[in-house]
C-alpha cells in the first residue's frame, strides 16, 4: 500500500498547513501509522494524532480513498492551536513493510519524510455581519480594515476555521499560472467568468477574490458564498497571503466549514484526533 503527500520540502507555509498524506488502500485502523509517526517542532519531539477521512472524488479516483491529517498536541502555553510562526517542522513517517493493522496481511510500501517551515502567523478575521476582514501578522494589522461582501441568504458563506489552499490556478495543461491571479469560476448562471486575485478557502469552492463589480462590498451580503473584495484589497490579499494561512469566519449565517471541504482540520475538537478510520 503506497503513501503520499499533500506537503512539500523545503516550503514556507502558513501556521494552519496541516500535515496530509493519501492512502493508496483503506486501512482497519491508524495506530501502526500513529506508532510510526514522529514530529518535530523545532527539533522537539511534539506529541499528537492523525484524523482519518474518505479523500475527496478527484483523489479518490486517482487511486487514493482515503487520507490523513496530521494535528499536534497544543503546548500547554499555546494561545492557538495552529503550529507556533517561524518554526521549523519535521515529520519522519517510517512506514515501509509495517503491517497496517496485526494480522492485515497489508503492507505499507513505503517510507516518507517532511520538511517544511512557518512563516508569520497570518491570520485574518472574516466578519460577514459587519461585512470587514482584517489581516493580522504575528498579532498586528497588516493591512487597513477591509470591506467585503460575503454569501447571500440563499448561499451563505461557511463560518469557521479555514485555511489558503490555493492561489489562483494553472492554465490546464501546464505549470504556468493564468495572469493577476485568474480563476474560471463557474456556478449556477455562470460559466468560466475569469475571477482576478482568487484566493482558495474550501474544495467547494469559496475564495477571496476581487469583484470590483459588486456594489454592494461594505453594505450587504450578495455573493454565491465567495469573500468579494475591491480590486485594490484583493490584490494586495493575493500577494501578500501564504498557502496554510489561516482564515477565521463568523456571523455569515451559513453553517461551520465541513473537515473534508479541503483544510477544515481545525473545524473538529482533538479529540477526533485519535487515529481512528471511516468505516465506508
Same mark, same amino acid.
Given at each position: ?30 495506530? &501502526? ?9 523545532? /527539533? ?9 477521512? @474518505? !479523500?475527496?472524488?478527484?483523489?479518490? &479516483? ?11 498536541? #497544543?503546548? *500547554?502555553?499555546?494561545?492557538? *492551536? ?21 494480522? !492485515?496481511?497489508? =503492507? ?24 470587514? %476582514? ?9 493591512? *487597513?480594515?477591509? #470591506? ?16 489558503? %489552499?490555493?492561489? /489562483?490556478?494553472?492554465?490546464? /495543461?501546464?505549470?504556468?499560472?493564468? #495572469? ?9 448562471? =455562470? ?6 486575485? !482568487? ?39 493575493? /500577494? ?8 477565521? =469566519? !463568523? ?5 461551520? %466549514? *465541513? ?9 473538529? #475538537?482533538?479529540?477526533?484526533?485519535? @487515529? ?5
Amino acid at each position: 500500500m503506497h503513501i503520499k503527500l499533500l506537503n512539500s520540502d523545503g516550503v514556507t507555509y502558513g501556521v494552519g498547513e496541516p500535515i496530509v498524506t493519501y492512502l493508496s488502500a483503506r486501512i482497519p485502523n491508524g495506530d &501502526a501509522f500513529a506508532k510510526a509517526t514522529t514530529v518535530k517542532v523545532n /527539533g522537539q519531539v511534539v506529541d499528537g494524532a492523525w484524523h482519518f477521512e @474518505n !479523500s475527496d472524488q478527484d483523489i479518490a &479516483a486517482a487511486g487514493y480513498p482515503i487520507e490523513g491529517h496530521f494535528r499536534a498536541n #497544543p503546548a *500547554p502555553a499555546a494561545t492557538t *492551536p495552529f503550529w507556533p510562526a517561524h518554526a521549523n517542522i519535521e515529520m519522519d513517517l517510517r512506514t515501509q513493510g509495517v503491517a497496517t493493522a496485526p494480522g !492485515s496481511g497489508q =503492507y505499507f510500501d513505503d517510507s516518507l519524510t517532511l520538511r517544511f517551515s512557518t512563516g508569520a502567523a497570518q491570520i485574518s478575521y472574516v466578519d460577514c455581519g459587519a461585512l470587514t %476582514m482584517i489581516s493580522t501578522s504575528d498579532g498586528v494589522q497588516a493591512h *487597513p480594515t477591509m #470591506p467585503i461582501s460575503c454569501g447571500k441568504t440563499d448561499t451563505p458563506t461557511y463560518e469557521g476555521t479555514k485555511v489558503v %489552499m490555493q492561489k /489562483g490556478e494553472d492554465v490546464p /495543461g501546464t505549470n504556468t499560472p493564468r #495572469p493577476n491571479g485568474t480563476v474560471l469560476m463557474t456556478g449556477t448562471g =455562470y460559466t468560466n467568468v475569469p475571477i482576478l486575485w !482568487s484566493v482558495r478557502v474550501t474544495q467547494s469552492g469559496e475564495y477571496v477574490h476581487d469583484l470590483q463589480s459588486n456594489a454592494a462590498i461594505g453594505s450587504a451580503s450578495t455573493s454565491h458564498g465567495c469573500t468579494n473584495l475591491h480590486a485594490d484589497d484583493a490584490k494586495w490579499f493575493y /500577494g501578500w497571503a501564504q498557502l496554510g494561512d489561516v482564515l477565521i =469566519y !463568523s456571523n455569515s449565517g451559513g453553517g461551520t %466549514m *465541513p473537515s473534508w471541504d479541503g483544510l477544515g482540520d481545525w473545524n473538529l #475538537p482533538q479529540s477526533e484526533f485519535n @487515529n481512528e478510520t471511516p468505516d465506508s
